[in-house]
């Protein structure tokens, strides 16, 4: 049976979110409808709690902790991908898409990108679409809007 914790966190503005850690890797962070109670003892979610702090701070730095191996090559492709949009900028699938070597592929750059098991830290609210638009984002578009904006990243882009 494998070994898991749960930790609760919320960004101001934003809602609660939930840590879910495997086996001492980083399994999943979703959105939460309320704060969960946190259980189990993990070095890693506690990582993660510590992160968040400093993302609530303006300065998230980066997160040294193992991710749990999940989805297809492509997603992974992409979620690592994701990884290099930097706070305060935005990229446009077509170019997540160039950047992992699939310049035709925004669609499914996107399919993969709406499918990240790690919301606000692989930064999938940071791709737009190609006119400057706010499109797809599985925590919604209020959520989005509201990450962009925390993070500065909200000039030029079209609501």
Not at 87 to 101: K, S
Not at 108 to 129: D, E, K, L, M, Q
């Amino acid at each position: 049976m494998a070994d898991r914790a749960l930790r609760g966190v919320s960004l101001p503005g934003v809602g609660a979110l939930t840590i879910e850690v495997v086996d001492e890797s980083l399994w999943s962070v979703r959105f939460a409808e309320t704060q969960v109670q946190d259980a189990g003892a993990s070095t890693v979610a506690d990582a993660v709690v510590a992160w968040f702090e400093r993302y609530s701070g303006g300065s998230p730095g980066h997160l040294d902790v193992p991710f749990a191996t999940r989805g297809t090559e492509f997603q992974r492709e992409v979620w690592a991908g994701l990884r290099h949009i930097g706070w305060g900028q935005t990229w446009t699938y077509a170019q997540l898409a160039a950047h992992v070597g699939r310049p035709k592929g925004a669609q499914a750059v996107g399919a993969a990108n709406g499918a990240n098991p790690w919301a606000v830290i692989v930064p999938c609210h940071r791709v737009i679409g190609s006119d400057g638009g706010l499109v797809g984002y599985a925590g919604g578009l209020d959520r989005k809007r509201r990450l962009l904006a925390y993070e500065g990243a909200m000039s030029g882009i079209l609501f």
